[in-house]
């Protein structure tokens, strides 16, 4: 009853089957609104639902109405008049046989005038106020019926729709998709957890509830009919990733095992420090996965400075080794330029030629890359996602390695997965991540992935400690600041996201820049943001590096990565508008080398309730595992993988958190069900992931 206001139109009652076999061109507004959420075949349709209800299932009686409450009441039209107040509206009197309710319109079509003229019966459906002039609603859903219309024998659903896609329109849509939609049982009725209801039942009861349903439970997707939905999504995701990992099983990639005195032991030795435990753990791991005919699909997942590069180089070298080549991407151009600097200077005194590639390289010396590329004659290629560009070619891939995986977007992923096919033989593929995948994110969306984790941090980092403190104490900081760089240490200065405007960003580090430079005539200051042309960042950052400069006034250009270690204190502005991981990443950039190293959250109040949990994080630990499980606490898990990005959310229904229980079920079924019962299995991931399992994959 929520759309009684809107226009009355005739509509053919809207089939869901037809919306699929159209024409894209004969399509309707609301059909095509209902593509573009998706929602194509009767099951779509079906599992689109509700976020909450409207219990229209009964009538008040007026005198017995209660402010604030929301409530329905029928009763007839004694007057209806438009009234120039404060402003012009709308004044409505219902009459039922206990007493008179007020309605009130600030903005109406005539045509509701009409609909509402003295005599006409309505039932009335909104929120009660006590108004002067006694109770009244403000733009209640208004219908109007018959003496003695039958009630609805159900809640009202509520559904998620968009602009073009009217309520009513995908009320009747789900209603007769359900009714079409073949929903019987595919897994045997052992298998389901108890206590359960069937498929149909499920979603029978969350579209249609009967009155008086338990609207807490199923607002909150408590409910038996919301748990068995969430394991179904569950189980389907599991077995999608399962069956992946099987495809990839049967995929063949180059053999890379560890050649006796090459460029991989040479590089060892030429290392000027020894590798951690966990650095010799990883790099077993992984040599193990590379002598395999299979593709490796590995993440190696390390807190921020565990030292993930010098990994990814070994692998590197083994690869070479092997006679193959190796590729090495990552998100941003200022951590590739650092990649590529940090292997040339490791893998050129070997006799290892390192090739670039990033967008801002064009031209002849494009080209030449390109030549060397395509040749073999270059070992190793260092970018950033220029690197999977379609031009691009390889002339024997064998290992790609994605560094800060998470920051590329969904379909960069895919790109590189659709390279990477390109070649006879798969190559492997390792991923490198400081953002820890909680563990029951880990066992969800990388089930198919095997993970090696750094535990441990080079010997000899002093943690970072860590202050927060309000704006006013700006010129504090400044001070220690000044004490800092006397003493001859290099300074960090982060300034402030500014929400969807770079160009503010850039204002802002500007600005801050130049005070700082005023406050601190003694010390040099550089600054560096996002719209500086490549070699100019690069440049800036030489200087700060060789120490030529000691206060690096930047913007979250220097998020990922950045590697100075003789940076030892950092000042983040404006901390509440960064996210718990992105502060984690951020102050990563110090304590690298062996000065003890301070991090200051500069925030302006008031802080928000979740602008606190994240600074009391910050400040109470430095562990990137216990960050990451307090950042899902705070925040859920949609934006890990990018999800964000993609505007898709990797599950609907299910809460990570708040079904665990559902989804360790999920997850010992899936190996059994494939097994045992293939056919139900790949019906069962049909039925929920039709045109999403490439998505998942990414
Ligand atoms: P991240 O894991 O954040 O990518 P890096 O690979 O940038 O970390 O390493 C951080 C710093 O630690 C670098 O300066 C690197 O050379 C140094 N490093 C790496 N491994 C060791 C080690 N075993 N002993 C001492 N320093 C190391
Ligand atoms: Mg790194």
């Known amino acids: 009853m929520a759309d009684a206001n809107a226009p009355v139109r005739r509509r053919k009652t809207p089939q869901a089957g037809d919306a699929a076999a159209a024409a894209p061109t004969k399509l309707s507004a609301p059909q095509q609104a209902m593509r573009r959420l998706g929602l194509l075949r009767d099951v779509d349709l079906a599992l689109h639902l509700p976020l909450r209800y409207e219990d229209e299932t009964r009538v008040a009686p007026i005198a017995a109405l209660r402010e604030g409450e929301t409530a329905q009441v029928e009763g007839v039209v004694s007057d209806c008049r438009i009234e120039a107040r404060s402003r012009r509206q709308l004044l409505v009197r219902l009459r039922d046989d206990s007493g008179e309710l007020l309605l009130r319109f600030l903005n109406f079509y005539p045509s509701q005038q009409k609909q509402m003229a003295p005599g006409q019966r309505l039932r009335v459906r909104g929120e009660v106020r006590g108004g002067f002039l006694g109770r009244e609603m403000v733009h209640p859903a208004i219908k109007g019926v018959e003496p003695g219309a039958p009630l609805p024998q159900a809640l009202t659903p509520v559904y998620p729709t968009s602009a073009a896609l009217p309520q009513a329109y995908l009320r009747k849509a789900v209603a007769s998709a359900l009714a079409r939609a073949p929903l019987a049982e595919l897994l045997p009725a052992p298998l389901v957890p108890k206590g359960l209801p069937s498929l149909r039942e499920a979603l029978q009861f969350l579209h249609q509830p009967p009155p008086g349903a338990p609207l807490p439970a199923l607002e909150e997707r408590r409910h038996p009919a919301w748990q068995r939905l969430k394991w179904e999504e569950l189980l389907a995701q599991q077995l999608s990733q399962l069956r992946a990992r099987q495809e990839r099983a049967r995929l063949q990639a180059p053999q890379l095992p560890v050649q006796e005195g090459g460029v991989r032991e040479a590089l060892r030795a030429a290392l000027p420090f020894t590798l951690t435990g966990a650095q010799e753990r990883v790099v077993a791991e992984i040599a193990a996965d590379l002598a395999l005919p299979q593709p490796m699909h590995r993440l190696l997942q390390g807190d921020v400075g565990s030292g993930k590069t010098v990994v990814a180089a070994l692998c590197a070298a083994a690869a070479i080794d092997a006679g193959w080549q190796c590729a090495l991407m990552a998100p941003t151009e200022i951590l590739a330029e650092q990649h590529f600097r940090k292997l040339v200077d490791w893998l050129q005194p070997l006799g290892l030629s390192v090739a670039w590639l990033s967008g801002s390289r064009k031209g002849r010396q494009r080209e030449q890359m390109l030549a060397q590329?395509?040749?073999?004659?270059?070992?190793?290629?260092?970018?950033?996602?220029?690197?999977?560009?379609?031009?691009?070619?390889?002339?024997?891939?064998?290992?790609?390695?994605?560094?800060?995986?998470?920051?590329?977007?969904?379909?960069?992923?895919?790109?590189?997965?659709?390279?990477?096919?390109?070649?006879?033989?798969?190559?492997?593929?390792?991923?490198?991540?400081?953002?820890?995948?909680?563990?029951?994110?880990?066992?969800?969306?990388?089930?198919?992935?095997?993970?090696?984790?750094?535990?441990?941090?080079?010997?000899?980092?002093?943690?970072?400690?860590?202050?927060?403190?309000?704006?006013?104490?700006?010129?504090?900081?400044?001070?220690?600041?000044?004490?800092?760089?006397?003493?001859?240490?290099?300074?960090?200065?982060?300034?402030?996201?500014?929400?969807?405007?770079?160009?503010?960003d850039l204002q802002n580090a500007t600005a801050t820049h130049a005070a700082l430079a005023a406050a601190l005539p003694e010390a040099g200051v550089g600054l560096l943001h996002g719209r500086m042309p490549a070699a100019e960042k690069a440049a800036v950052m030489a200087r700060f590096t060789q120490g030529q400069m000691q206060l690096l006034v930047a913007t979250t250009v220097i998020e990922v990565g950045v590697d100075v270690p003789s940076a030892s204190l950092m000042v983040i502005e404006h901390a509440e508008r960064f996210g718990l991981a992105q502060l984690h990443q951020l102050r990563g950039r110090v304590g690298r080398g062996v000065a003890a190293s301070a991090c200051v959250l500069l925030y302006t109040p008031p802080l928000s309730a979740t602008g606190k949990a994240r600074l009391r994080a910050m400040a109470e630990t430095s562990d990137g595992f216990e960050i990451a499980r307090r950042d899902l606490e705070i925040r859920g898990p949609g934006e890990f993988m990018g999800a964000r990005q993609s505007g898709d959310a990797l599950l609907r229904f299910a809460d990570l958190h708040a079904d665990e229980a559902l989804l360790q079920h999920a997850r010992s079924l899936a190996p059994r069900l494939l097994a045992e019962h293939p056919a139900a299995a790949r019906a069962h991931v049909e039925r929920w992931l039709a045109g999403r399992a490439e998505f998942l994959k990414a």
């Open 373 to 504: 590329v395509a040749s073999g004659e270059a070992a190793l290629v260092v970018g950033t996602h220029a690197v999977i560009q379609h031009d691009v070619a390889f002339a024997r891939l064998g290992l790609a390695i994605v560094d800060e995986q998470h920051r590329f977007g969904v379909a960069q992923r895919l790109a590189l997965r659709h390279k990477l096919q390109a070649q006879s033989l798969e190559p492997h593929l390792l991923m490198m991540s400081a953002t820890p995948i909680p563990r029951t994110l880990a066992m969800t969306y990388f089930a198919d992935l095997a993970v090696s984790t750094l535990d441990e941090l080079p010997p000899g980092r002093t943690p970072v400690l860590t202050k927060v403190f309000t704006d006013t104490r700006r010129d504090e900081v400044v001070a220690r600041i000044r004490d800092a760089v006397t003493q001859g240490r290099q300074v960090y200065w982060v300034c402030p996201l500014v929400e969807e405007s770079e160009h503010l």
